[in-house]
Structure formats: C-alpha cells, structure tokens
C-alpha cells in the first residue's frame, strides 16, 4: 500500500514527570522460574506468575481500578495479555496477565536493538559474507540483504525495524561476534532491567524452544528503548529507501539500486482497515505461528505518554492486535490522570549506582554520539540525504541525562524523547 500522506506536524513537548521511588531489585521469590523447554504456551496463566512492579500484576486475569469516574475497560478485547502504562511515570494503569510468559515474535527485536544498537556507529559499513545469513529460521521475515553487497549500519537497522528483517538482524549479530555472543548479550540486559520474564534464544524473535517474554516486560523494555535518539528515529520511521543489487548500467558503469521499504507496524503506516493512530511513534510487531500477533506501540496526546502491549489476540481478524491496541490507548489516554495505577514500570537494577552526568551518552544515540553532534537527519528531513521518510527525531532535548535520585527514583528532568513529527490524522 501507499505510505500515508504527510500530515500537519508539530513539535512534541511533554512536562518532566516524577516517579515515586522504586524497589531496584525484585526478589528471587518474585521471579519466574526458568522457562520450560516447551515451544507451545499454555492455555491458561499459570498460577504463580512474577510480581516485579506489583503484588497485582502478579495476578491473574484484568487488574484495574475502576472507580467513579474512571472509563470501562473495552469489551472485546481477547489478547491473552497486555498492560497500559504511563512511558513517563512508569505507573501501569491497568493490566492483563501482564506477567504471563508467552512466545514474544519479533518484538524481541526491542531488546535485540536495546542491546546492541549503542555499539556501532551509523556509518559503519559491512560486506556480507555468506556465514552473515547463515542459520536464518525458514519463513523468516527479511528485508533482501544480499551477499557480496555492502551496507551501512544504519540501512541494517532500518530493515530491522522496518521490515523486522531477521537477515539484517543476523548481519548485526555478527558484526557484535555471533548470534550466541548477542543473545548471552541480550539475556544479560534483560536481567539488568528486570524483565525478568523474559529469555531470549534467538536474537530475531523466531520461535524456538524456551523462548518467552511478558507484556510487562516488552513494555519495560521499550521504555528502556525509547530513552535512545537512534531507537526513537528508527522505530517510528514509517518509509525508507533501502539498498539493492548492484548492477551494470549501459554504459558499462556499476549502479547500486535501491527500493523502498515500508513499516509493517499498521498503527504508524495504516492499512486498509485500519488508519494511523493519532499521535503513535513507535513502536515493534512481530507475528509468528507460535507467538500470533504481538505488538508494543507508544503514543501521545494532550501531553500525556502511554505504552501498550497486546499479545496473542485470539480473534483471527485482520489486524486485530493493532484494533485491540488502539482500543486501550483511547481508554488509557481517558483514564490517565483518572485511575489509580495497579503496578510500576521498575528502573534498572543499577539505577542506583548509575552516574547522573548530564550528557553521558544521554542521547542513547549509536556509538554514544551526545547531542551535541549534529543529530542525523530523519523523516522529510533526511529525504535527500538518506532516501528516508517519516516520523523522524527533530526534538532538541533539554535539561540533561536521566537522573537518579538518592532515593532510587527516577527523575527525567528533560522533555519525554519521542520525535516531535507525531502523527496527528483523527480516527474514524
């Protein structure tokens, strides 16, 4: 389908918000055990589930407080799990067996990119070499990486993001030294963060043996994300061009073509049942045959920042993982300000200990470029440049690095980093 048309954008300004302090480390009792080998996930929410970030979240089935003057929860939702949470605050403000280990599908590509996209520059280059695509599960999604031809890390990243490429995840896998070095990586991090539902097997999210995450921990993870410049570009842009074959023109002169790639996240890019959601910026899907649809996506309205995740509707109708998202941020963006949270999104386990150096690396952007280099250019921006289109990163962020207080609190005394050219188009 066509991508979008540009719609009127303005730039994106949401106050600095507080969050109340938070437990740094869950106890061992409140984690998960270790997954089961088994690749099929349970019928039903096991008994015992996680309670990092709350004793109700732990539970299962709906978790919200629905008092006078709090909306009613959509009816027709039938995801087996997915949580609404403020992406500044951290407070989760209803939930669904958020804690339920289930096959994540390429929203592991969040924590793959969490991992991993901090280490190399955007101009890097790589030549692929056959062991470079080698081991990529059959019926993988792939954006048309071929042998023999060079590409930036950057181009790599937006076909990991764009088209959920598991072949330009498997190029930037080995460029960090392998697919097990990666993974260890990744499980290492999600520990960090406290997803601790989370084991990752493979660096691409295809379905194999033991491999789980949460609805809670995606949406923490993406949290983690959303705090990198390179991550927010990537993620909400909706159109890119991206590099072909190399051929020879008549004249006998090597040509490089190139093709555009469009984002499969149908609440940024739309579809024919299914329009942009006003203000979406992000942020992952996946599919496969074990994990159905999933999808964590992040918005704004009137100021106010919400995460949602939806895993596994059992309804089979076209993009419903995408229709039940959009029915929980109307409701939370309703709700927001409303309704008392039932749980937290938790800081990392070394927040503590973390330096609050303004500037430190503070724009998560790849090889730890500050903001004071000149930002890449991205959406209409960057057309001429780089081929690429969409919502960019255009957001001069103020006030410094995220800080921590004595207490373990987050503070993020700066505007909430999402890109300022947020879709607005109303919904119909």
Not at 46 to 73: F, I, K
Not at 300 to 314: A, H, I, S
Not at 331 to 358: C, D, I, M, T
Request: some cysteine; overall charge positive.
């Amino acid at each position: 389908m066509p991508a979008p048309k540009k719609t009127s954008r303005r730039a994106l300004l949401v106050t600095s918000a507080v969050v109340s302090s938070l437990a740094l480390t869950a106890p061992v009792s409140h984690a998960a055990p270790k997954p089961s080998p088994s690749t099929s996930p349970s019928a039903t929410p096991p008994a015992n589930m996680s309670t990092v970030g709350g004793e109700r979240l732990g539970q299962a089935g709906t978790q919200a407080n629905l008092a006078s003057g709090v909306p009613v929860l959509p009816k027709d939702l039938t995801a087996r799990s997915w949580v609404i949470a403020d992406a500044e605050s951290g407070e989760v403000l209803a939930a669904h067996n958020a804690h339920w280990r289930l096959p994540p599908a390429s929203t592991m590509k969040m924590l793959f990119a969490d991992t991993v996209l901090p280490k190399f520059p955007r101009s890097v280059e790589r030549k692929v070499v056959p062991s470079d695509l080698a081991d990529i599960g059959s019926g993988s999604s792939m954006v048309g990486i071929k042998e023999g031809e060079t590409y930036s890390v950057h181009d790599l990243w937006l076909g990991v993001f764009l088209r959920s490429g598991n072949d330009a995840v498997h190029v930037l896998s080995k460029m960090n030294g392998g697919i097990a070095k990666t993974v260890k990586e990744m499980n290492e991090h999600a520990e960090e963060l406290q997803a601790l539902d989370t084991y990752a097997v493979s660096p691409d999210g295809y379905d194999a043996p033991r491999q789980v995450s949460s609805a809670y921990d995606l949406t923490l993870i993406a949290r983690s994300g959303l705090q990198k410049k390179d991550f927010r570009e990537y993620c909400s842009t909706v159109t890119a061009k991206f590099p072909g074959q190399t051929t020879k023109n008549k004249k006998g002169k090597s040509v490089r073509e190139s093709f555009e790639i469009q984002n499969t996240n149908r609440l940024l890019a739309g579809d024919s049942d299914i329009p942009v959601y006003q203000g979406i910026a992000g942020v992952k899907n996946g599919n496969t045959t074990n994990a159905g649809a999933t999808f964590t996506g992040v918005a704004e309205r009137n100021g106010k920042v919400l995460l949602v995740t939806v895993m596994n509707p059992e309804k089979s109708e076209h993009n419903e993982v995408y229709k039940e998202t959009a029915r929980l941020f109307d409701w939370g963006f309703q709700a927001a300000g409303k309704v008392q949270p039932v749980g937290e999104l938790v800081p990392p386990r070394g927040a503590a200990q973390a330096s609050a150096q303004p500037g430190a690396n503070d724009s998560g952007q790849a090889g730890g470029a500050g903001d004071g280099e000149k930002s890449p250019k991205s959406a209409v921006g960057a057309s001429a440049a780089s081929g690429s289109t969409g919502i960019g990163v255009a957001l001069g962020i103020t006030g410094g690095a995220l800080v921590l207080l004595a207490a373990g609190a987050f503070l993020i005394n700066r505007r909430w980093p999402l890109p300022d050219l947020v879709r607005r188009r109303g919904r119909s």
